[in-house]
């Protein structure tokens, strides 16, 4: 299936969320546990990169990228520095960052990809191999060929709601964190803006804002096990900090 884009807001839930999205209409699709592994090279390329290869339990393998080209030593890509070192202001084509929609929405976009070939063929450019090399029918031959080790693996439980066009997922994790998302996928650039309103609007009728910026779980993964990890994605900002000023909730009855 052609990659997707992943528009989710995170939130803190409590006992009455179930209770609000039911009665704001939402449908309880699924309530099962599944088991995620992660895999980087041993530099930690891909998820310095913000790239995020997984396997899911009944799910499959699937490649999350940042939709828009990263910056690369601090200069946001397509932007060219003039021989001078500067920018010129004639050359640059400033991209809207996806840190800078951060800025007035807690909500991310991520590209989800599924295809094992397009799969492949990302995880070789970032790793600088030749993706002919690399056979791609049996993805767990791939991940091993190419070197990549699993760095996180746990077990969610996940009750998923449906309202709309829109998924809510209220996690929780067998290392104790708990947190929801309301998600949106979306086909095209053009109705990521929709998304984020219909996600704005039901994240006040749950009682949060658009603002808020809540860790994932993998934050919450890598801050209680990986912490030298932890420390190499927080500094580049390629996930978001435990602790300040959020829950350490946990438990939380769904
Ligand atoms: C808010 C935020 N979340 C994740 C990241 C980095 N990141 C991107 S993907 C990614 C992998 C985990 O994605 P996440 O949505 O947290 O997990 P999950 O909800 O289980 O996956 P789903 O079921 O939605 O497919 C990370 C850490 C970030 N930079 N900012
Ligand atoms: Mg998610």
């Known amino acids: 299936r052609r990659a997707f884009i992943e528009v989710e807001q995170k939130f803190i839930f409590g006992p009455g969320t179930a209770e609000k999205l ?25 998820t310095l990169a913000d790239h995020w290869l997984r396997h899911r339990e009944g799910a499959g393998w699937e490649l999350k990228c940042p ?7 601090g200069v946001p890509d397509g932007i060219s520095k003039s021989p001078g070192g500067s920018d010129a202001p004639g050359d640059n084509h400033p991209l809207q960052p996806l840190e800078s929609l951060g800025q007035t929405h807690g ?4 590209l989800e990809v599924t295809c094992p070939q397009e799969i492949v063929a990302r995880v070789c450019g970032l790793l600088g191999i030749d993706p002919a090399t690399v056979g791609h029918e049996n993805m767990a031959q791939a991940v091993e060929d190419l070197g990549l080790k699993g760095f996180a693996s746990f077990v969610t439980r996940r009750c998923q709601y449906r309202l709309g ?14 947190v929801g998302e309301v998600e949106a996928l979306v086909k095209r650039q053009e109705d990521i803006p929709t998304a984020l309103e219909s996600i704005q ?15 994932g779980k993998m934050s919450a993964y890598l801050h209680q096990f990986r ?15 435990m ?5 350490g909730q946990k438990e939380n009855n769904v």
């Open 22 to 46: 039911t009665a704001l209409g939402a449908t309880l699709q699924s309530d099962h546990s599944f088991r995620d592994q992660y895999y980087d090279a041993l530099d930690l390329r891909l």
């Open 67 to 73: 939709p828009k080209p990263r910056e690369r030593n």
């Open 107 to 110: 909500a991310v976009q991520y």
């Open 165 to 178: 066009d829109l998924n809510v997922d209220l996690d929780q994790a067998d290392f104790g964190y708990a």
């Open 201 to 215: 609007k039901l994240g006040n009728q749950l009682g949060f804002d658009e603002k808020t910026r809540i860790p």
């Open 227 to 241: 912490p030298t990890h932890y420390e190499a994605l927080t500094r580049l900002g390629r996930l978001r900090k």
């Open 243 to 247: 602790g300040d000023g959020v829950h």
